[in-house]
C-alpha cells in the first residue's frame, strides 16, 4: 500500500508559480511511476505530468500539452517525494491537483485506469 499526501497548493496570481510536493509511504518508493492529475470544476480529471521509476525507464518525464514547457515534475528518491514546479500559471490551470502512483511494470500514469493510487488533492486556484 502506498500513500500520497500532496502540499504546496494555493492561491497564486496569473503569471505567478506554485511548487507542488506529494510525500510518500513505503520502501519501495524508486520502483513506481510517480505522475500528477488535475480535475477543475465540473471538468473530469485529466493527467498532467508523470515521472518513471529510475529502474525501469530512467526516470523520465512525461507532460501533457497544455502544461509542456511551464511545468516540471521531479523525484527525489532518497526523501520519497514528487514534486511540480509550475510557473507561468494560467487561471485555466485551477484545479484540485492529485498526487498519482503506479507500479512501474503499469507503464506511465497517463489515464486514471492506470493509476493505482491517489492522493487527498491540493487546491491551486490562479487569479486572472
Known amino acids: 500500500q502506498v500513500q500520497l499526501v500532496e502540499s504546496g497548493g494555493g492561491l497564486v496570481q496569473a503569471g505567478g508559480s506554485l511548487r507542488l510536493s506529494c510525500a510518500t509511504s513505503g520502501r519501495t518508493f524508486s520502483s513506481y511511476n510517480m505522475g500528477w492529475f488535475r480535475q477543475a470544476p465540473g471538468k473530469e480529471r485529466e493527467f498532467v505530468a508523470a515521472v518513471a521509476a529510475i529502474r525501469r525507464s530512467g526516470g523520465s518525464t512525461h507532460y501533457a500539452d497544455s502544461v509542456q514547457g511551464r511545468f516540471t515534475i521531479s523525484r527525489d528518491n532518497a526523501k520519497n517525494t514528487v514534486s511540480l514546479q509550475m510557473n507561468s500559471l494560467k487561471p485555466e490551470d485551477t484545479a484540485v491537483y492529485y498526487c498519482?502512483?503506479?507500479?512501474?511494470?503499469?507503464?506511465?500514469?497517463?489515464?486514471?485506469?492506470?493509476?493505482?493510487?491517489w492522493g487527498q488533492g491540493t487546491q491551486v486556484t490562479v487569479s486572472s
Open positions: 498519482v502512483a503506479n507500479p512501474s511494470s503499469r507503464g506511465i500514469p497517463s489515464t486514471p485506469p492506470r493509476v493505482d493510487y
